[in-house]
């Protein structure tokens, strides 16, 4: 296994268009690293790049510390798994799964052996003789997977393996993709959109927007810790809440005010907010980071009038509108909170997120 | 009573079913009748094609009759006209030689000297042993028909007369007679007339002899070989050149196919709209330049000279088939090629190739049915070389009347080509529609 | 987090652009083969109609004969007539038959199979097939008299009808051999159409009439554009059938007379070749105002 480097990585379609754009990454041995953001963010481009089946405009790829930038897909030691799975459908499964060891010229015995290996580590050992039109969505993506792993490569490409499947099929294989990664230690970069994906399978997460990295770093890091409103509205479903506040000073205080409420920034935000006196900031507040009461609270900030909610079961969401703007809050399931009632609102300190409005970044301790 | 609504609405749905399908019927014999005629047109022969009315169903076999015809060494051969339902007389003679080539070209059916001698020996016997009997019957026959002459005449008579008389007051007395006198007439007519095909009837069977031959097919087909000048070497050349422009167009075609599918580049949209341009200009003007063009290449006149004018035409559609074939493979299943080993080019001839090698053999055999039935360019484009449409077309426009040969060579030209056709029709419904059936 | 501070580095030299190249590489040989063997052609037809038949030098004579041919205006009368009736009879015909089927049926793939072969025989075999079939003993009356429709001596003498009879008789033979393939093109088309859409139409209150007009027709708008332009192109430029039934000059149409004069007649070249280049020249115009007209060019963009 290997680590893998990208340095500068850009892409350009035509004379403006930027698929990918100064891609810093890298990727240590055994990591898996998933690339997530929506759909044109230039993370399957990036992946392309990394697997030479698009070309370089600018930048190095390397790979184990070798420069593989020019070099053809079939030299670079990789593997992938593509969203369509591209398992070929004039071969057989087992012929699809020993395609890549033919090509390295390996014994017959050994080739038998690690097909048999990898299929019954994917469960497929049962359609070895089937073509692939005989086979459901989920089995082509586990011979796809099969395909993948048996070449035992130095990095391990997966772009959107799982989003052909049912939601169903989908948790599982998560699950089980990830118990293969741990036996595997294959170092892996892995391509989604969907953010629960991402969180619980990535040892590192690398969120890009607009063919750039916006953040990288655990589930926890790009969760509490954001880098900017992107992220911040990327991740998590529902998406943090952003009012926009002013603040003001009151007696020497610090006070961020808007429209509906008022409150003093204390402890770390204090020390955050100080320089910003008299200007407007964006808060950020995750729905779990906010409180719900019956009753009015010492911690309460503010009172509303719900207008849904929406029961989960194991929570259940609030909604009440701020400045033409829903908020939506996730509280515990009971005492159930019932519309058209007044409830009053609290914030979990630490836990708000400020962003400067210009320039939408996250506004951190001087 | 809802019982009763179902039913009426069961019996309507039936009924709309049945209208439904009649129609598909009407459409399908609307198709299939002309094609049907021209097929069984070219399994008939000269005599069948000639008959009025043509008949409509196919004979595999003659039926022939034999006789003497008295007083005379000769023997009268007549065969069965299923339109008149007669027998019709082909042919008097003595010379059996002569007489088996007439009828063989003349039915079709293989009529061997040897059965020809056994039918008239079997005649000549039946004629031996029933003599007595014939002569007798013949002259029976004879006066029976001597007396259906002079009743005849008394029939004529007795309709002058009455006519004359008719309708005058004083002469209903004659008019009665001579009405009765008519009837009677009539009436023993008719009985010597059946007693005259009674007699017929039992002579028939005495002094001639049936003989029933199958029929050659294929005959037609022999004889139009034989005929038209060149036709075979006509038939390879076609074969020939349309080999040599399937390989053209799909080498040439298919790169441009291959690369309409995969890449985007400037000047797509021109190459696309080749297949309008190409046709907008008649075949048969770029023929005419193309003669001098040809002969400057030492081309003109052969197989590969044709080839190359037919493929400009076949090259943009196999274009636009190759494209079409080549997007329904996914550029994944090569990249992932690419990633498990093989080189791009690799990539192509073992995974991309071995998927669109159904599309590109049906691509091949249009562009084969292209070539084959070109008439107008190679009417042009050959001199002393022709190819086999030049040569049906010329015996169409030279030759008319041998309905049954040029039926044989039009089936001959277009027995590949339906082939080919029916079985390439999903790819000819997608490149046409741009759908899939 | 280990970003790096970005270094500057100027595009890569040293990778060759191949995915760039490769489709002029893979295209080449066609643009070569068309400037080979049509564009030259094309051009010294063009240029060639300009000369006399014998010598050299510029002339235009060879298209002020073919104006003040009575001939050329009576083919262009007739090539006229055989396109705007044949197409449009075609079309109607084939769209209202393809409407009717326009469900899945048992036995609808035969049918598929069976309309394509008429357009898969080849001209001289349709033309053996008709003329055997309108020949005054041909098959034709024969199967009209079986079927007791017309009598004894009531036989119908289809080729010996006045010109426009005769066109007529063409039309319908060319009706007959693209009519199926037609039908079958727009029914795939049809089939092709999500019922949701046409549902849909029905649901939110249209009538049969404007539903067809409103929905169906304009989402059928590509196959109906693919199958009316290559139609139209290929019956300007009709004429083996007609000879092949009638013979040269009997019921004269543009491209018959091109061959006519290259064929028929001894030294008259040149002005065959003008004829050809006034036949693209009108299949061009009708093309590129067919093209403009249903906005077919859009939608070639669009692609």
């Known amino acids: 296994m290997a680590t893998l480097k990208l340095k500068n990585l850009s892409k350009r379609y035509g004379k403006t268009v930027w698929g990918a754009k100064d891609i810093n990454l890298e990727v240590n041995d055994k990591e898996f690293i998933v690339l997530l953001g929506p759909s044109g963010c230039g993370k399957t481009t990036t992946m392309r790049m990394i697997a030479g089946l698009e070309e370089v405009t600018q930048g190095i790829i390397y790979i184990d510390e070798k420069d593989v930038t020019f070099l053809p897909p079939r030299k670079r030691d990789i593997s992938m798994v593509f969203q369509s ?145 992107f992220v911040a509205g990327f991740i998590g479903t529902p998406p943090t ?126 | 009573m809802s019982h009763k609504v179902l039913r009426a609405k069961q019996t309507k749905k039936l009924i709309g079913r049945t209208i439904f399908y009649m129609f598909i019927v009407f459409i399908i014999m609307v198709i299939l ?36 015809v008295l007083g005379t060494s000769e023997y009268l051969v007549s065969v069965y006209s299923r339109s008149q339902e007669a027998y019709m007389s082909l042919i008097q003679g003595s010379k059996i030689d002569q007489m088996s080539e007439f009828l063989r070209n003349k039915t079709n059916c293989n009529v061997s000297e040897e059965k020809l001698n056994e039918a008239i020996a079997e005649v000549n016997a039946l004629y031996e042993t029933n003599s007595n009997r014939i002569n007798t019957l013949t002259e029976e026959i004879s006066n029976l028909e001597k007396k259906i002459l002079s009743l005849n005449q008394n029939i004529i008579k007795a309709k ?13 007395a004659v008019e009665e007679k001579l009405r009765a006198d008519l009837k009677q007439y009539e009436a023993e007519k008719e009985i010597i007339t059946v007693e005259i095909e009674e007699k017929k009837a039992e002579l028939t069977p005495l002094n001639s002899t049936h003989f029933k031959v199958f029929k050659n097919l294929f005959a037609n087909y022999v004889t139009f070989f034989k005929v038209t000048r060149d036709s075979i070497p006509a038939l390879m050349r076609s074969i020939q050149v349309a080999l040599l422009t399937v390989f053209i167009a799909l080498t040439i075609g298919g790169m441009s196919g291959y690369a309409f599918a995969r890449y985007v580049f400037k000047g797509k949209n021109i190459l696309k709209l080749s297949t309008l341009f190409v046709r907008m200009f008649p075949g048969i003007a770029i023929a005419m330049p193309m003669v001098i063009i040809l002969a400057e290449m030492g081309f003109y006149d052969k197989p590969i000279g044709l080839s190359l004018v037919y493929s400009v035409g076949q090259i943009a559609l ?86 049954n040969l040029i039926a044989a060579g039009g089936v001959t030209m277009a027995l590949p080509a339906v082939l080919f056709t029916i079985l390439i029709r999903k790819y000819i419904l997608q490149m046409w529609g741009g759908v899939k059936v | 987090m280990t970003l790096n501070q970005s270094v500057t580095l100027e595009p890569h030299k040293s990778g060759f652009p191949w995915k760039k190249v490769i489709p002029y590489i893979l295209i080449a040989p066609t643009v070569i083969y068309y400037i080979i063997f049509w564009i030259r052609p094309v051009l010294t037809s063009i240029i060639q109609s300009f000369t006399p038949e014998i010598g050299t030098g510029f002339t235009v004579e060879n298209y002020s004969r073919i104006f003040n041919d009575p001939v050329f205006w009576q083919a262009v009368v ?54 055997s079939g309108f020949a005054t003993y041909g098959w034709l009356n024969s199967l009209l008299m079986s079927m007791g429709l017309i009598g004894e001596g009531e036989k119908i003498l289809f080729l010996a009808g006045s010109d426009f009879q005769s066109l007529m008789l063409i039309i319908i033979i060319d009706a007959w051999q693209v009519i199926p393939f037609m039908m079958t093109i727009l029914l795939a088309g049809l089939q092709g159409i999500p019922k949701e859409s046409i549902e849909a139409g029905y649901v939110f209150g249209g ?97």
Not at chain 1, 286 to 293: A, G, I, L, T
Not at chain 1, 304 to 311: A, H, I, S
Not at chain 2, 160 to 171: A, C, F, K, P, T
């Open chain 1, 85 to 229: 799975y591209a398992v070929w459908p004039h071969l057989t499964v087992s012929d699809n799964i020993a395609f890549p060891l033919r090509l390295k010229n390996l014994k017959s015995a050994e080739i038998e052996k690690r097909v048999k290996e990898v299929s019954s580590l994917t469960k497929i050992e049962e359609y070895l003789e089937r073509f692939p039109r005989q086979l459901s969505g989920g089995q082509r993506q586990r011979v796809a997977l099969a395909r993948a792993l048996v070449v035992q490569p130095k990095v391990f490409l997966m772009d959107e393996p799982l989003s052909n499947l049912d939601a169903k099929l989908r948790v599982k294989m998560r699950t089980e993709m990830k118990a293969i990664h741990k036996k595997t230690q294959a170092t892996t970069v892995f391509v989604t959109h969907d953010q629960a994906e991402a969180m619980s399978m990535a040892d590192r997460i690398v969120i890009m927007k607009d063919g750039s990295i916006v953040q990288e770093g655990s589930t926890d890091d790009v969760y509490f810790d954001c880098e900017d409103m």
């Open chain 1, 241 to 366: 809440n952003f009012l926009s506040m002013e603040l003001g000073e009151k007696n020497g205080k610090l006070l961020l005010v808007n429209s509906a409420f008022s409150f003093e920034p204390i402890g770390e935000n204090y020390e955050i907010l100080k320089n910003y006196s008299g200007k407007q900031v964006i808060m950020g507040v995750r729905p779990e980071s906010m409180q719900v009461f019956k009753e009015k609270k010492p911690e309460s900030v503010f009172s509303r009038e719900v207008l849904v909610t929406e029961p989960q079961g194991s929570h259940q969401i609030v909604a009440i509108e701020l400045d033409d703007q829903i908020v939506k809050i996730v509280a515990p399931p009971f005492p159930k909170v019932n519309p058209g009632e007044i409830v009053h609102i609290g914030f979990e300190h630490d836990r708000i997120m400020f962003f400067n409005p210009e320039t939408e970044k996250r506004i951190r301790k001087a």
């Open chain 2, 33 to 68: 009748l002309p094609i049907y005629f021209l097929l069984s047109i070219s399994f008939m022969s000269d005599q069948e094609a000639y008959d009025w009315p043509i008949p409509l169903g196919l004979s595999f076999q003659g039926e022939f009759k034999i006789e003497p």
């Open chain 2, 160 to 172: 002058r007369n009455l006519s004359i008389v008719e309708g005058r007051e004083s002469m209903e």
């Open chain 2, 318 to 403: 196999t274009i636009w088939i190759t494209a079409s074939i080549f997007m329904g493979i996914p550029v994944e299943l090569e990249e992932a090629a690419q990633v498990f080993g093989r080189t791009r080019v690799g990539a192509f001839i073992h995974i991309t190739l071995p998927l669109a090698l159904p599309g590109l053999a049906a691509s091949a055999m249009y562009a084969f049915i292209g070539s084959w039935a070109e008439t107008a360019q190679a009417i042009v484009l050959t001199q002393f070389n022709p190819t086999f449409p030049v040569v049906v077309y010329q015996t169409m426009v030279g030759a008319k009347g041998m309905v």
């Open chain 3, 78 to 131: 007739n090539t006229g007539i055989f396109v705007i009736i044949s197409v449009t009879l075609e079309f109607v015909v084939a769209f209202g038959l393809a409407l009717i089927i326009n469900k899945k049926f048992k036995g609808s793939s035969l049918l598929l199979a069976i309309a394509l072969i008429p357009m898969a025989l080849p001209p001289v075999a349709v033309g053996a097939m008709w003329s």
């Open chain 3, 207 to 303: 009538t049969r009439f404007k539903v067809l007009r409103k929905i169906t027709m304009p989402m059928l708008k590509p196959s109906i554009q693919t199958a009316l332009i290559l139609r139209i192109i290929s019956a300007i430029q009709v004429w083996l059938i007609i000879v092949l039934i009638f013979g040269f000059r009997r019921i004269p149409v543009l491209l018959e007379e091109v061959v006519f004069f290259q064929e028929q007649v001894q030294n008259e070249y040149k002005l065959a070749l003008a004829y050809s280049v006034i036949v693209a020249l009108v299949v061009s115009v009708v093309a590129v105002f067919y093209l403009k007209v249903s906005g077919a060019f859009k939608g070639d963009e669009e692609q």
